[in-house]
Nanobody, 126 residues
Framework: QVHLVESGGGLVQAGGSLRLTCTAS????????MGWFRQAHGKERKLVAT????????YYSDSVEGRFTISRDNTKNSIYLRMNSLEPEDTAVYYC???????????????????WGQGTQVTVHS
């Protein structure tokens, strides 16, 4: 059975940093796009960042561009999200996702990701 497990969330003061980790078990996603989404309370789930199957191409939403960095380590079946200069508006549950049906490309739409983690809470207080 395939699992994506996120870790690294927590409570942080505005301006602080966190590093989220998502590790896959049961199979690898070496050439598949993976991404981070977030869902604030009462709001829809939105794409934060995605990294292509080639491990080089990246995309960030406007709200996190310049503050967050997505990366991957295929030897560890893991992706990461480094979050700097955190703001209260970044408070949300953060989910990682994998698109096993795309090779080497990029995936931007939540509905096209077929594997999801359970999420990790990030709370930023002012």
């Amino acid at each position: 059975q395939v699992h994506l497990v996120e870790s690294g969330g927590g409570l942080v003061q505005a301006g602080g940093s966190l590093r989220l980790t998502c590790t896959a078990s049961g199979r690898g996603f070496v050439n598949n796009p993976m991404g981070w989404f977030r869902q604030a309370h009462g709001k829809e789930r939105k794409l934060v960042a995605t990294i292509g199957g080639n491990g080089v191409s990246t995309y960030y939403s406007d709200s996190v561009e310049g503050r967050f960095t997505i990366s991957r380590d295929n030897t560890k079946n893991s992706i990461y999200l480094r979050m700097n200069s955190l703001e209260p508006e970044d408070t949300a549950v953060y989910y990682c996702a994998a698109d096993s049906r795309t090779e080497l490309g990029m995936t931007y739409v939540a509905a096209e990701y077929d594997y999801w983690g359970q999420g990790t809470q990030v709370t930023v207080h002012s």
